[in-house]
C-alpha cells in the first residue's frame, strides 16, 4: 500500500505533524524506532523561549509564536484523549549569582532586551527574589521574572500525542528502523527499513538525533542527563513553587519531586548516566536551592537532544521535491511542536511557505567554495569518452605524439560510467585544503574518494571539503573508512549516496566499501567485506570493494555484483610499494570487471608498475598528500598512471637468459 504520506520519527515533532495533518484530511503513517526511547521522555517540558533569552531573531520569533499556540493546542489534545497534558502557564524564575546580569535594575522594572510587550521581563533584586521565592540560595543575588513562560509535563505530552495520533486513525508502526531513503531523480520513491521497503507519496524527516544517519544533515546527538527528587512527607506542601532556570541547571517542580537537568555532552550516542554528570547536575541544583539537599534521589535518566551546529532547527524543503525536513529543534523540540505542525503541514498541503521558514533551511550550513583558492577541473575530464583525455599540461609536441600513436585503448568503465583518467585519488591526510585543491587538479583525475564519516563530523582536514571540490566535474567515492563491521559499512554507504545526491550527483550510487576492525595494520575483513557488499548490491549500489590480494576473495566479489575490485599493493599508507605482485596478477587474470589497485603505493615508478601488470586503474591518496610538494607528486602520478597504461598495452619485450646485440651483425663492415 502506497501512504499519502509517511513521518519517520515517533518523538513530539513527528506525532504533532502526523495529528495535523491527518485532522486536515491526510493519510499518515509514522515509523518510529522506539517510541520510548525519543528525546520527548528525557526533557522537562518548559516552555521558555524568555528564560533562554535567545539571540537569534528567526528562533525567538518561532518559539514565540509556538508558546502562543500552546494552550488551544493542548486543549485540542486533550478534547481528542480525554488525558491531561500537564500544561501550565506558570512563569519561570531565572535567579542569577551576579549582580553583572541584572544590573542595578529595581524590583519589577521591566527588561528591555529580548522581550517584547507580550512577552515581558522583570528584574527582582536579591530582597524581592527570596521573598518571591523563600528558600533560594544564600548567593542568589537577584533574577529575571519571565510571567509568559510556562511548562508541559513532557512525559504525559508524549503519552497524549500518540494517544490521540491513535484516535484519529494515524497508522503508528513502532519498532521500525529506517535505514535509508531510496531516491530517483530527485525524489524519495521509498524507505529501507528493517520490516521491508515502505512508499508514500510524501515523507517527512523528523527523526531528530538519528537524522544524520540518514541524509548527511549536520545534526548530531547532544547528550543529556537529569534526575528527580521525591518531596519528602514531612513537607506541608510543594517547598518549591516556581521553576528555576539558573546558570547551566534548571528545577521544575511536579507534584510530589523536583526534575533536575540537564548536561549538554557531545559523546555521541553513548547511553546511561554518569558519577560525574549526576555530581554536576546536585552541584549546580545545592547552590541554587539548598534545601533539596535533604531530599532522597527518585530516579536517573537521560536522552539525546538533536543538535545542529547553530543550534537552531532544520525546517522545510529538502534537495528531494517530496520529502520534508523537521529536525535538529536541540533543546526546544516540545516548545516548537506546534508551530512546526502548523507550517510543515501548511507546506505539504497547500504548498504554503511561512516566510519564518527560510531562516531554518538546511542550505545555511552548505558554505559556497572558497574564491581564494578555487578548484580548477578540466572540461576534458568529463568527455563520456566522445574526445581523448589530453591534459592541458601535455605540450603541442606530446599531444601531436600522443594522438598519432597507433595504440587503441577502451576508456575505464564502472559501473556503466566511463572514465578518461584511470587515476583515482583521496581527500584525505593533506595540509591544507588549498593543497588538497592544487593536487586533485594536477593529477587530471576524475574521480575523488571522500571519507563520508570525517565530513560529516568535520574531522581535521575535512571541514567544508565538500565545497572544495566542484563536484560538476569530479566523480564523488563516498568512501566507508572508519566502519569496523559489515553493519556499520552498510550505514554509512547509505549515508554516503545521499551525500553525493546534495552536491548534485543525483545518479550517483558508488561506494568504495571498507570494512576494517584491525586498528594496527588496518587490513581489510574478507568475511565483512564480502557481506557488505552482498547487501549494497541488493540495494543498488556500484560496490568498489578495498580488499587483501585475495584472488578467491575477488572472485567471490565479481560474483555477487560488485563493480571493481580493489587489491591492497601493501598495507594503507605504508609507501612499501607492490608487496602483492603475484597475487594481483593472478586477480587481474581472472577479473572480468576492472580492478583498481589500492593501498601502499608510495612512488611514481612504483605506480607505473602496477599499471605494467595490466591494473585498469589506481587510487594514490597518502603517496601525494604526504609529499613535500603535494601538486608536484600529484602530476608525477599522473604520468605515471599513463605511462604503465602504455606500456602495458604496448607490450613488454621478452626476457632472456642471454644478451643480445642492439646492433645487427649482418652488414657489418669488415676488414
Given amino acids: 500500500m502506497t501512504n499519502e504520506t509517511v513521518i519517520i520519527g515517533g518523538g513530539v515533532i513527528g506525532l504533532a505533524i502526523a495529528i495535523e495533518l491527518k485532522l486536515r484530511g491526510t493519510h499518515v503513517t509514522v515509523l518510529c524506532r522506539h517510541f520510548q526511547g525519543a528525546a520527548t521522555h528525557a526533557a522537562a517540558g518548559m516552555l521558555a523561549p524568555d528564560a533562554e533569552n535567545i539571540p537569534n531573531l528567526a528562533m525567538r520569533s518561532l518559539c514565540w509564536r509556538s508558546r502562543a499556540l500552546y494552550p488551544d493546542w493542548t486543549r485540542k489534545l486533550e478534547d481528542l484523549t480525554g488525558l491531561n497534558t500537564g500544561y501550565r502557564p506558570c512563569g519561570i524564575l531565572a535567579p ?25 521581563a522583570y528584574w527582582f533584586n536579591k530582597e524581592a527574589i527570596h521573598q518571591y521565592q523563600p ?14 513562560d510556562a511548562q508541559v509535563d513532557n512525559k504525559a505530552l508524549a503519552h497524549v500525542l500518540w494517544t490521540a495520533a491513535e484516535s484519529v486513525g494515524v497508522e503508528l508502526k513502532d519498532g521500525i528502523i529506517v535505514e535509508a531513503f531510496l531516491q530517483q531523480q530527485g525524489q524519495v520513491v521509498g524507505v529501507q527499513t528493517n520490516a521491508g521497503i515502505i512508499r508514500a507519496a510524501h515523507y517527512v524527516l523528523a527523526s531528530g538525533a538519528w537524522s544524520n544517519e540518514l541524509l548527511p544533515l549536520p545534526v548530531r546527538p547532544r547528550k543529556g542527563q537529569m534526575l528527580s527528587v521525591r518531596i519528602p512527607e514531612f513537607a506541608p506542601e510543594l517547598p518549591l513553587k516556581r521553576v528555576l532556570f539558573g ?55 537521560w536522552g539525546f537532544r538533536p543538535a545542529t551546529p547553530d543550534e537552531l532547527p532544520i525546517l522545510g524543503t529538502s534537495h528531494c521535491q517530496n520529502l520534508t525536513l523537521a529536525t535538529g529543534h536541540y533543546r526546544n523540540g516540545i516548545l516548537l511542536a506546534p ?20 531562516d531554518f533551511h538546511y542550505s545555511r ?7 581564494s583558492t578555487p578548484m580548477l577541473t578540466h572540461s576534458a575530464n568529463f568527455s ?43 581527500t584525505g591526510k593533506y595540509r591544507s585544503i588549498e593543497e588538497m585543491q592544487q593536487s586533485i587538479t594536477a593529477s587530471d583525475c576524475q574521480i575523488v574518494t571522500v571519507a563520508v564519516r570525517r565530513v ?33 559499512a552498510i550505514r554509512v554507504a547509505r549515508l554516503g549516496r545521499e551525500m553525493a545526491k546534495l552536491l548534485g550527483q543525483e545518479d550517483n550510487n558508488f561506494v568504495k566499501l571498507e570494512v576494517i576492525p584491525d586498528l594496527k595494520y588496518l587490513l581489510p575483513d574478507p568475511i565483512g567485506t564480502l557481506q557488505a557488499a552482498e547487501q549494497l548490491v541488493k540495494e543498488g549500489f556500484a560496490v568498489l570493494p578495498y580488499i587483501n590480494a585475495d584472488p578467491m576473495l575477488a572472485k567471490r566479489l565479481e560474483d555477487v555484483g560488485c563493480a571493481t575490485v580493489m587489491p591492497l599493493a601493501s598495507p594503507i599508507g605504508s609507501g612499501q610499494g607492490l608487496k602483492t605482485t603475484a ?48 601538486a608536484a607528486m600529484a602530476r608525477a602520478m599522473n604520468l605515471a598512471t599513463v605511462a604503465g597504461r602504455l606500456a602495458y598495452l604496448a607490450g613488454r619485450m621478452p626476457i632472456k637468459d642471454y644478451a643480445t646485440p642492439s646492433s645487427p651483425l649482418t652488414g657489418t663492415i669488415t676488414s
Fill in 135 to 148: 528558600g533560594l540560595g544564600a548567593e542568589v543575588v537577584g533574577g529575571w521574572w519571565y510571567p509568559e
Fill in 456 to 488: 560529516q563530523t568535520k574531522a581535521p582536514g575535512h571541514e567544508g571539503l565538500a565545497e572544495a571540490l566542484d563536484w560538476t566535474k569530479i566523480w564523488m567515492l563516498p568512501n566507508t573508512a572508519g566502519c569496523q563491521t559489515a553493519e556499520e
Fill in 339 to 358: 508551530v512546526t505542525a502548523t507550517l510543515i503541514a501548511d507546506f505539504i498541503l497547500e504548498q504554503k511557505s511561512d516566510p519564518l521558514l527560510a
Fill in 365 to 371: 550550513f552548505q558554505s559556497q567554495p572558497s574564491t
Fill in 583 to 630: 597475487n594481483i596478477q593472478i586477480i587481474i587474470e581472472n577479473a572480468g570487471v576492472p580492478v583498481v589497485v589500492d593501498a601502499g603505493i608510495g612512488s611514481p615508478s612504483e605506480a607505473a608498475q602496477a599499471m605494467e601488470l595490466g591494473a585498469d586503474a589506481l587510487l594514490i591518496n597518502s603517496a601525494i598528500a604526504l609529499s613535500p610538494n603535494p
Fill in 384 to 426: 563520456n569518452g566522445h574526445h581523448p583525455a589530453i591534459s592541458p599540461h601535455d605540450s603541442p609536441v606530446q599531444t601531436r605524439l600522443i594522438a598519432s600513436l597507433s595504440i587503441q585503448d577502451s576508456p575505464l568503465i564502472i559501473a556503466g560510467k566511463t572514465f578518461q583518467s584511470r587515476l583515482m585519488t583521496g
Fill in 96 to 120: 542569577v549569582f551576579d549582580e553583572g546580569a541584572g544590573g542595578d535594575q529595581g524590583a519589577g522594572e521591566e527588561k528591555l532586551v529580548f522581550s517584547s510587550p507580550s512577552s515581558p
Fill in 247 to 301: 546558570q547551566n541547571i534548571y528545577i521544575v517542580p511536579r507534584r510530589d519531586r523536583l526534575i533536575i537537568g540537564a548536561t549538554s555532552e557531545d559523546v555521541g550516542f553513548i547511553p546511561d548516566n554518569t558519577p560525574e554528570g549526576i555530581q554536576t547536575l546536585l552541584q549546580a541544583a545545592i547552590r541554587l536551592y539548598p534545601q533539596l539537599k535533604h531530599y532522597p534521589i527518585q530516579e536517573f535518566w
